[in-house]
């Protein structure tokens, strides 16, 4: 049974309090990604025709001699990785007890989202 002291507001807490920090950026990753997901929508309804050229066009167009197509596309794709890392690190953390295999799913994962990264952007800005 707990002790009087450890129950109500002036209990012992422990832990990493990283969690406020991670939920806060797994919202505003999902924002960024409602948001764009939107935008990439509308673009798609607003095609003339659906060709190469025309979808080509949703993440080439230049605003100002900035190429804000591949920048946005750029800003959408990171947050979906790091609202990936968020929610798959934490199932390992939960849910691997074992921490050699918790470890390595960790450094599989980091590999896996890095590499789709790079990959993401040398095809996006390759075009």
């Not at 001699?65 to 968020?86: D, K, Y």
Request: hydrophobic share 60%; charged share 10%.
């Amino acid at each position: 049974m707990a002790s009087p002291q450890n129950v109500g507001p002036k209990r012992l807490v422990v832990g990493a309090h990283y969690g406020l920090k991670d939920f806060i950026a797994q919202r505003v990753t999902a924002v960024v990604l409602a948001i764009y997901t939107l935008v990439l929508f509308i673009g798609v309804l607003c095609m003339p025709a659906f060709t190469y050229e025309h979808w080509k066009a949703l993440f080439t167009f230049k605003v100002f001699a900035i190429p804000l197509g591949q920048v946005l596309a750029s800003l959408a794709f990171i947050a979906l990785a790091w609202h990936a890392w968020i929610g798959v690190r934490d199932i390992w953390m939960d849910y691997v007890k074992p921490v050699g295999l918790r470890l390595t799913l960790h450094i599989l994962t980091i590999l896996w989202l890095l590499g789709s990264v790079i990959y993401f952007a040398q095809i996006l800005w390759s075009i």
